[in-house]
Nanobody, 121 residues
Framework: QVQLVESGGGSVQAGGSLRLSCAASGYILSGKCMGWFRQAPGKEREGVAIIDGDGDTAYADSVKGRFIISQDNTVNTLYLQMDNLKPEDTAMYHC???????????????WGQGTQVTVSS
């Protein structure tokens, strides 16, 4: 059974930092497409950052230069380092993975339950 468990969310003031983690069990993240998404109340879910099986990354324009997606295959965990947080970053953050190595191929196969990030001004 595949499980993705996010952690690291919380409440911070604008300008602060958080590091989100997505620990996987029952599934090897290495070599797969992985991503972070977020959804704020009343808004559609949006992609935040993705990382390909070969390590290539891509970010939403709204987070470029502030967020970094990375992975540690030794602990089968995906991360999202978030710096210079803004109130508009407030949302539930979810990780997701694909069977495919490349993010342009296939659907998102597994999702985590999410971790809440709240940024106050």
């Amino acid at each position: 059974q595949v499980q993705l468990v996010e952690s690291g969310g919380g409440s911070v003031q604008a300008g602060g930092s958080l590091r989100l983690s997505c620990a996987a069990s029952g599934y090897i993240l290495s070599g797969k497409c992985m991503g972070w998404f977020r959804q704020a109340p009343g808004k559609e879910r949006e992609g935040v950052a993705i990382i390909d099986g070969d390590g290539d990354t891509a970010y939403a324009d709204s987070v470029k230069g502030r967020f970094i997606i990375s992975q540690d295959n030794t602990v089968n965990t995906l991360y999202l380092q978030m710096d210079n947080l803004k109130p508009e970053d407030t949302a539930m953050y979810h990780c997701a993975v694909k069977y495919a190595a490349y993010c342009r191929v296939g659907l998102w196969d597994y999702w985590g339950q999410g971790t809440q990030v709240t940024v106050s001004s």
